[in-house]
């Protein structure tokens, strides 16, 4: 356990909803990274906070993904009107090297 | 671009066996990490290598990184079933502590 939570574990919705997944990071850590990961690949950078501020996001991070840290603790990342290709794992990372469980999405 | 080079992708081993894996990159990186990630959770760092050369160890797991900083190696010695996973390398390559480059990891199972 490293101390880095994501709810919901598992995600499944239909193609067009929204969703929304929360991390919630180590507290005395002010950097939060959010990675796409698809089976068997290494994770794709999306975007990162440096305590509130997004400082820098993938071009991967479509006009329909939002992410916020509005208190500079937990996160959220939004995904509007899913795609079948949005379906992946979602990891949250606190600081560089601890990540969370992931949330496993799967857009039908 | 892929920056991180990973090999095998794929390796199938018995147990008891020993195996290597690679990282390779014609890019300079200030340091270095190994992550092992389980089918359904998310990676868990293993180690950090910083300087050229370095080794580091742990239980059965030996790290490498290249004198030049480009490439780095784990070598798992008798392998064993509870090894079985990604393996995954990544790189700090701008130097800043901000942002990791990824390999695409190395899909290690174990057989009894």
């Known amino acids: 356990d490293t101390g880095v939570s994501q709810d919901p574990r598992h995600k499944i919705t239909k193609r067009g909803q929204n969703v929304t997944f929360r991390c919630d990071p180590i507290?005395?850590?002010?950097?939060l990274y959010w990675y796409r990961q698809t089976l068997g690949q290494g994770p794709e950078f999306l975007t990162y906070?440096?305590?509130?501020?997004?400082?820098?996001k993938s071009r991967l991070l479509s006009d329909r993904f939002s992410a916020e840290r509005p208190k500079g603790s937990f996160s959220t990342l939004e995904i509007q009107r899913t795609e079948q290709g949005d379906s992946a794992m979602y990891l949250c990372?606190?600081?560089?090297?601890?990540f969370g469980p992931g949330t496993r999405l799967t857009v039908l | 671009t892929q920056l991180l080079e990973q090999s095998p992708q794929f390796l199938s081993i018995q147990e008891g066996e020993n195996l290597t894996v690679y990282c390779n990159s014609s890019s300079v990186f200030s340091s270095l990490q190994w992550y092992r990630q389980e089918p359904g959770e998310g990676p868990v760092l293993l180690v950090t290598v910083v300087t050229g050369g370095e080794v580091k160890k742990l239980k059965r797991l030996t790290f490498q990184f290249g004198d030049a900083r480009k490439d780095s190696s784990l070598h798992i010695t008798a392998a064993q079933p509870g090894d079985t996973g990604l393996y995954l390398c990544a790189g700090d390559y701008a130097g800043n502590n901000r942002k990791l480059i990824w390999g695409l990891g190395t899909s290690l199972a174990v057989n009894p």
């Open positions: 507290s005395e850590h002010n950097r």
């Open positions: 990372a606190s600081s560089l090297s601890y």
């Open positions: 906070f440096q305590n509130e501020a997004q400082l820098e």
